[in-house]
């Protein structure tokens, strides 16, 4: 299981995470620089199947109460 939120970091700087329990794994590297939560939203369909092999594989991120969340889209 995994959830999708859009949180900044110490820079303030949004960017959207995928939540693996009380991590946090900035998608950015894997979709690129430039992508928000609602790009991911908007190409559902081929957004989910990336964030599930992600979630699979990944043991990275940060803790998620060093973030501050901030409105999804």
């Known amino acids: 299981m ?3 939120g859009t949180f900044a970091g110490e820079d303030e700087s949004g960017f959207p995470g995928l939540v693996l329990a ?4 900035d998608l950015r590297p894997s979709f690129g620089a430039g992508i928000t939560t609602g790009d991911l ?3 559902w369909t081929e957004s989910l199947e990336c ?3 992600l ?3 990944s043991e990275d991120g940060v803790s998620l109460r060093s973030l501050r969340p901030l ?3």
């Open 2 to 4: 995994f959830a999708l």
């Open 22 to 25: 009380d991590r946090v794994v």
């Open 41 to 43: 939203l908007a190409t």
């Open 51 to 53: 964030l599930r092999r």
């Open 55 to 57: 979630a699979a594989a």
């Open 71 to 73: 409105p999804p889209v």
